[in-house]
């Protein structure tokens, strides 16, 4: 059991480019989030989904974009990254949409120089 | 903004000794409560949860307390070990949405 699967490890992009960040569960969890960290920040949310089709913005949605097309993916696309794009992503899951804790992935550290 | 915080950025206990980290909340609607554990080069780790209707919660070596009068969550961790160093997060859960918002984190050491 994978759990939460996170690739790549690590990106380095140059501003403008574009990339998607993959995440995947194998537990057949309905709610799946993206979070980003950045020092002294704690995670904040980017967007979420709490089912297949289903998609909203979280905290700080602007500059990526999400879809849900299946319960297991829910891949975070940057559209033209930027520097201050450059933090740690952590995709989470969990198997209720309230009061159920998110199990999370162990992160993509992305650089945009 | 509403947000969740920590009082204190870092903590450094001696091995043995209970360690006790705190956490206030802004969100008086908010109705899960939750503590992560972060190692370095990790993703956070699930510690324990605790339900608004709940005061207190007890798991293997922590106990969460909640306070709803002052907003005030802690994580009591009995007899401090080293591998017990780490971030400390703890998280709320905003009932519109099923948004889970951290705060900034406790960074704990423990001497050996």
């Known amino acids: 059991n994978a759990g939460v699967t996170q690739t790549p490890k690590f990106q380095v992009l140059k501003t403008g480019q574009s990339m998607t960040l993959q995440c995947a569960q194998d537990m057949n969890h309905e709610y799946m989030s993206w979070y980003r960290q950045d020092p002294g920040m704690g995670l904040r949310l980017i967007h979420y989904s709490v089912g297949a089709g289903i998609t909203d913005q979280g905290e700080v949605p602007n500059g990526y974009n999400v879809s849900r097309s299946t319960t297991e993916d829910f891949p975070l696309r940057l559209l033209s990254a930027a520097p201050s794009q450059t933090s740690v992503y952590f995709c989470a899951s969990s198997g209720q949409v309230y009061n159920s804790p998110l199990h999370f992935g162990n992160g993509t550290r992305l650089t945009v120089t | ?112």
């Open chain 2, 1 to 112: 903004g509403e947000s969740v915080g920590l009082h204190l950025p870092t903590l450094s206990v001696q091995e043995g000794d209970n360690s006790i980290i705190n956490c206030a909340y802004s969100n008086s609607a908010s109705d899960y409560f939750i503590w992560y554990k972060q190692e370095s080069g990790k993703g956070p780790q699930f510690i324990i949860d605790i339900r608004s209707n709940m005061d207190k919660r007890q798991g293997q070596r922590v106990t969460v307390l909640l306070n709803k009068t002052v907003k005030h969550l802690s994580l009591q961790i009995a007899a401090t070990q080293p591998g017990d160093s780490a971030v400390y997060f703890c998280a709320e859960n905003r009932p519109q949405g099923g948004k889970l918002i951290f705060g900034q984190g406790t960074e704990l050491s423990v001497k050996p």
